[in-house]
Each structure stands twice: as structure tokens, then as C-alpha cells.
């Protein structure tokens, strides 16, 4: 059985910083593609950013680019975000998703490219 387990969300001042992980299971996470998504309230759910699954090709959201950090660690299952300068519209719940097929830079933000999905890590930046 395949599952995605998100941690590290938290409460954070703007200005902060947090790491966010992806921990795989029931799938070899090497091929796979992995996303990030966020949710906020009242809001649809947006693509955050993606990392490719052979050479680690990263796409970023506009509005994240340059604060926020996708990776991935093969060997331990799990991909990270790191997430710097956050401000009060970061405010979110964050989930993690993963597909297997090869999707580019026009399709990485569209839901339904991704078979897996974890429960979502509540992340609230505020004063």
C-alpha cells in the first residue's frame, strides 16, 4: 500500500523558516515525480513546486520562487521543502503527491497528473 506521510508544519513568525517532508512508502520513490501542493482557506488547491524524478528537475510556482527549495533523498524515501521567508499568504495546509508518469512545465500545477497523495501538514505563518 502506498502512502505519502507529510511532517513539519508548524506555527512560524513571518519572516521564518520551515522544512517540510515527504515520507514514501509502498512505492520506489526514485521514480517517481514528486509535488507539492497547498490549500488555503477558502481557496483551490495550487501547485507549489515539483521535482523530476531522473535528474531533478525542479519547477516553482512564481510566487515561491527563490524562498522555497524542493529535494528529494532516494535512499531515505522522502522529499523535502524548504520554505524561507515565509510570509502570512503561505498560510496553508501543504500535501505532498507523487506520480510516476513524466510531466513538464506546463502540466506539473494540474491535480490530476498525480496518483498518490499524503493527508496534508497545516503550516500558519503569524505574528
Known amino acids: 500500500q502506498v502512502q505519502l506521510v507529510e511532517s513539519g508544519g508548524g506555527l512560524v513568525q513571518p519572516g521564518g523558516s520551515l522544512r517540510l517532508s515527504c515520507a514514501a512508502s509502498?512505492?520506489?520513490?526514485?521514480?517517481?515525480?514528486i509535488g507539492w501542493f497547498r490549500q488555503a482557506p477558502g481557496k483551490e488547491r495550487e501547485g507549489v513546486a515539483v521535482?523530476?524524478?531522473?535528474?531533478?528537475?525542479?519547477y516553482y510556482r512564481d510566487s515561491v520562487e527563490g524562498r522555497f527549495t524542493i529535494s528529494r533523498d532516494n535512499a531515505e524515501h522522502t522529499a523535502y521543502l524548504q520554505m524561507n521567508s515565509l510570509n502570512t499568504e503561505d498560510t496553508a495546509v501543504y500535501y505532498c503527491?507523487?506520480?510516476?508518469?513524466?510531466?513538464?512545465?506546463?502540466?506539473?500545477?494540474?491535480?490530476?497528473?498525480?496518483?498518490?497523495w499524503g493527508q496534508g501538514t497545516q503550516v500558519t505563518v503569524s505574528s
Open positions: 521535482i523530476s524524478s531522473s535528474d531533478s528537475t525542479t
Open positions: 509502498g512505492l520506489s520513490l526514485d521514480y517517481y515525480y
Open positions: 503527491a507523487a506520480t510516476i508518469e513524466t510531466i513538464g512545465p506546463t502540466t506539473w500545477e494540474y491535480e490530476y497528473e498525480y496518483d498518490y
